[in-house]
């Protein structure tokens, strides 16, 4: 278990490292002075010139890079050009107002789709499985800024239920992160159960288990059981997505939180925010795979025995 | 029983047969652009901005579906954006299938070292959300339809690596395949006699579902100002644009989302049945 876990940490090691020697050349790839682009047009040279040495620019590419590892192993992520901030500043701060909204997105969308997929499964083939199937279509071919829209419409705009623009307030948090959001988790999410579902309801340990004439709760526990290592991969994997979705929701409903950081800082061609956005983000959801494959080796002891014997 | 599966049937193939009528809409539309819409797609006037549509008080016949903030013809906006779609779905979804094809077949087939470096590279790919990815790629370049079709393709390949990956894996240890090695057939022929012919429904199917994604895609980035540019008429950019006036006239909000829900809906829903045709 030790050398499993030693090993994907070292891969996952790698990974950031190769990621974030991506993001740092691929950003410094771009033509023109930074410097003279964060300064008025008019601004004199020697200040352009001033401005260059302060932010370290003159120095050659490979010195940069050497600062900038030198920097991420110090918990540095460099300043922002636009709001002269340390960016991981930034980032604690922008960050509780995602995770609220991403937490409980991922719960409301859980909430709804594990007892629908569970209801297709075993009603398969019904007249409710397709039903719910092509729900859960619909809910995959809805654009979420387009729905978050609309319903700004008609509960802010027509019946002024709800506030437009989301604060942290649980109010503000209604039409985002419990209506809008979660559609777009929705249907993996569903599919994912009804099918694990059907597969773990056909194995043998649950044939057996209803040839001994158990009671029907403790079947559908020994199955959710075997639904359950598939599904938190899953939710492991959808983080990605989600910070996507919830990107597009904050600008939406014009909440704070990492999404709005990071579509500011692109529009004001803010790079070293937008590099320190993207290594972050992308550091989370490795940690986070991680943590998924870790936590279903835990539950499932088959994976392990793979691992050790690959 | 028999008349139960007989009207299934038929149900699913008129639900289906809308689906196919919808996507032949929407690619009529994209390539007669020009000659389906009444107005220029760009042509504004400031005296018949916000007119509303045909089927509201003060709608007209001239301008059936209303016109938007600058006086410029909703419907006519409508059709060019499904060109844009239609663009950008066929552009990317054609780079990503080539590459990560391509990728999967190489990896599957030779193995070793190759194989190792290439999933790697997924791995990478992979650590990336997604969405940071094209935005990081987005800052860098100045957005057009061109890159957007290039960021999107180059992001989207990994869906394809893996399963042709997994696929050839399974594939090349089987019997015919070993006999054509046997035989003295090259690695080129092997591929391109026996595994593609195989591995072009999983292909077909991929590409059909990662068309509507990147339709859905291609409308948020718009949305948020760095996909199409305005003035060119995208579902999203007119969303974009039109929101200042969504309080005055819901039709511009409502509009373009719908256009761009049906036919993801009908490409959806068609992978679906694609999938269950080849029995993937």
Request: no cysteine.
């Given at each position: 278990m030790a050398k499993f876990i030693l090993r994907r940490l070292l891969n996952t090691t790698f990974v950031v490292l190769g990621l974030s020697t991506l993001v740092f050349f691929v950003l410094r790839?771009?033509?023109?002075d930074p410097a003279a682009l964060l300064l008025?047009?008019?601004?004199?040279k020697e200040a352009v010139d001033a401005l260059r040495l302060s932010l370290g620019l003159d120095q050659p590419l490979y010195i940069q890079y050497v600062r900038f590892l030198q920097g991420i192993l110090h918990g540095d992520l460099g300043n922002s050009?636009?709001?002269?901030?340390p960016a991981t500043a930034l980032i604690a701060q922008n960050l509780p107002p995602t995770f609220q909204l991403a937490i409980t997105s991922l719960l409301v969308a859980i909430i709804i789709a594990v007892p629908l997929g569970i209801l297709a499964a075993s009603r398969r083939g019904s007249a409710l499985d397709v039903f719910i199937q092509n729900l859960a279509l619909l809910c995959q071919s809805t654009p979420i800024f387009w729905l978050g829209l609309v319903f700004i419409q008609v509960?802010?705009?027509?019946?002024?239920?709800?506030?437009?623009?989301?604060?942290?307030?649980l109010r503000g948090l209604v039409m985002p992160?419990?209506?809008?959001?979660p559609v777009a988790l929705l249907p993996v999410l569903l599919k994912t159960t009804r099918s694990e579902y059907v597969k773990a309801s056909q194995e043998d340990f649950i044939r057996t288990a209803q040839a001994l004439g158990l009671p029907r709760w403790r079947i559908l526990v020994y199955t959710l059981r075997a639904v359950l290592v598939p599904l938190i991969t899953l939710i492991g994997m959808q983080f990605g997505y989600l910070l996507g979705g919830a990107m597009i929701v904050e600008y939406v409903f014009a909440r704070p939180g990492i999404g709005s950081l990071a579509i500011g800082a692109v529009a004001a061609r803010d790079f070293p925010l937008v590099q320190a956005v993207v290594i972050f983000t992308s550091g989370v959801f490795l940690i986070i795979n991680l943590i998924t494959d870790i936590t279903y080796s835990f539950l499932d002891p088959r994976i392990r025995y793979q691992e050790a014997s690959a | 029983m028999t008349f139960r599966l007989t009207m299934e049937k038929i149900r699913d193939n008129l639900f289906l047969s809308v689906c196919m009528v919808i996507l032949l809409a929407f690619i009529i539309s994209a390539i007669f652009a020009p000659f389906l819409s009444?107005?220029?797609?760009?042509d504004t006037d400031i005296y018949r901005r916000l007119l509303p549509p045909?089927?509201?008080?003060?709608?007209s016949t001239q301008y059936l579906l209303g016109t938007d903030g600058l006086g410029r013809d909703v419907l006519s906006r409508l059709i060019y954006g499904a060109r844009i779609s239609l663009t950008v779905g066929m552009g990317a979804v054609l780079i990503s299938a080539f590459l990560g094809t391509f990728i999967g077949l190489c990896a599957g087939f030779f193995g070793g070292v190759i194989d190792q470096i290439l999933m790697r590279l997924t791995d990478i790919q992979l650590g990336f959300p997604f969405f940071m990815f094209t935005i990081v790629l987005l800052t860098v370049l100045e957005p057009s339809l061109l890159t957007i079709i290039i960021v999107l393709g180059v992001s989207l390949w990994v869906s394809y690596a893996r399963v042709i990956r997994a696929m050839v894996l399974s594939l090349r240890t089987q019997e015919f395949v070993l006999a054509a090695k046997v035989l003295g057939a090259s690695s080129f022929r092997i591929i391109r006699k026996y595994l593609l012919p195989l591995i072009f429904s999983q292909v077909l199917v991929l590409a059909t579902l990662q068309f509507a994604d990147v339709i859905l895609i291609e409308g948020s980035l718009s949305f948020l100002g760095i996909g199409i540019q305005p003035p060119t008429p995208s579902w999203g950019t007119m969303l974009m644009e039109g929101r200042p006036y969504f309080s005055v006239q819901g039709s511009l909000a409502l509009l373009p989302g719908i256009a761009m829900l049906v036919s993801v809906l009908a490409l959806a829903r068609i992978a679906d049945s694609l999938r269950g045709i080849f029995g993937i």
């Open positions: 790839v771009i033509p023109g008025p047009p008019t601004a004199p050009y636009r709001l002269k901030l509960f802010a705009v027509k019946l002024r239920v709800l506030p437009a623009i989301s604060g942290t307030k992160a419990m209506m809008t959001l | 009444p107005h220029s797609p760009y045909f089927w509201e008080a003060n709608g």
